[in-house]
Structure formats: structure tokens, C-alpha cells
């Protein structure tokens, strides 16, 4: 049995540096990211740690490759309406995302204590409804999720039934990591 962390939405490796500290006793950490910047920053900074992988990809409902809005920035979404604060250089680059349910299948394995982080810019109900349809969420222990799908006019409704679809299936694993008591809840979770 492995307890396993997984970051979608890795960025440039801030939560994965703060899981590497001993009081999270982490054994496996995985990174998702679509970004190609972000590629680079993430393999300086954890190539040479046997803990860290990197998926240069983000998940998603299918594998495909999808237009990645204001890539390399902390606002970069798939969502052309996204409304991000972070003022980003204007970029549209073509990135890879891999199906959620189907990485999990061939990934995680029964008695893993797994932990799910998603920070998305948008993509975080799309990757979560995918893993309950497929029923790969119950190997899920604990779903941190960012709700940045509320910063996107076209998807925002995703946020509502996503929470109908986890209260009809009696799922109260999801706690929300926005704001300054990220860490603090990360800490309370992993515990």
C-alpha cells in the first residue's frame, strides 16, 4: 500500500515542494501539467527525486490534444473565457491532456491511499465527473479541488452538478483548496 499524492495542475511545483517535507510522509507524488514551460521548470526542479514523477500532460474526460489558453502562466485554462487575475502574456499553444479514468486504471491499485489535488483553471469538474462515471473515484481517500471553473462564464454551471452528482452518490470526500487556508487544510488532510 502506497499513499500516493497526485497534483493536477502542477504549475511550477509549488504544492509538490511542500509535500516533500517529511511531516507529509508521502511515498509517491505525481505532477500533472499541460504546460511546456512549466515541463521545464518541474524537471530542474525534481528530476533527480525518486518520489516525484512528472506527467507532461493534464488529465481530462478524453486523451486528446486540446488549445491551452495563456500557457505558462498561474491563469492558464482551456476555457477561451477563462477570467484569470494573474495579467498573462496572451499565448494559445497546442498541449496534451490524457483521459483521467484511464491513467488511473493503469496507475493506481487497490490499497493505495490516494490523494487528489486538483487546481485546474477550469478543468477540475470535467476531470472529476469523468473518474465518477468511470467509478475510478473510489479509489479516491481525499479530493482537494479548486472550484477556478467559477472564473469561466461557459462552464460555471459544472460546479453545481458536480456537487449534485457527489451528494446523490453520498461522496463527502471533497474539501475546497481555495485561499490562504490551503495550507493549513492540505496539513489537516494528509495527516
Not at 452528482?165 to 496539513?187: A, C, E, F, P, T
Request: hydrophobic letters at 35%.
Amino acid at each position: 500500500m502506497a499513499r500516493v499524492f497526485l497534483d493536477v495542475g502542477s504549475n511550477i511545483g509549488q504544492t509538490i515542494e511542500l509535500l516533500l517535507s517529511p511531516r507529509f510522509k508521502v511515498d509517491k507524488i505525481v505532477g500533472f501539467d499541460p504546460s511546456p514551460i512549466c515541463h521545464d521548470i518541474l524537471d530542474r526542479k525534481f528530476e533527480n527525486n525518486p518520489r516525484v514523477t512528472i506527467v507532461k500532460a493534464g488529465l481530462w474526460s478524453e486523451t486528446c490534444k486540446m488549445d491551452l489558453h495563456n500557457e505558462g502562466s498561474q491563469g492558464a485554462s482551456v476555457h477561451l473565457d477563462y477570467e484569470t487575475t494573474c495579467n498573462p502574456e496572451p499565448r494559445i499553444t497546442k498541449c496534451q491532456f490524457i483521459n483521467a479514468s484511464e491513467w488511473f486504471r493503469e496507475n493506481i491499485f487497490v490499497g493505495d491511499e490516494v490523494f487528489l489535488k486538483i487546481n485546474a483553471e477550469g478543468s477540475e469538474c470535467e476531470i472529476v465527473m469523468n473518474l465518477l462515471e468511470s467509478g475510478e473515484y473510489n479509489m479516491v481517500k481525499s479530493l482537494l479541488i479548486d472550484f477556478d471553473v467559477r472564473k469561466s462564464p461557459s462552464a460555471k454551471h459544472q460546479e453545481g452538478e458536480l456537487r449534485e452528482k457527489m451528494k446523490s452518490m453520498g461522496i463527502k470526500n471533497m474539501n475546497i483548496y481555495m485561499g490562504d487556508h490551503r495550507n493549513v487544510l492540505l496539513q489537516s488532510v494528509m495527516r
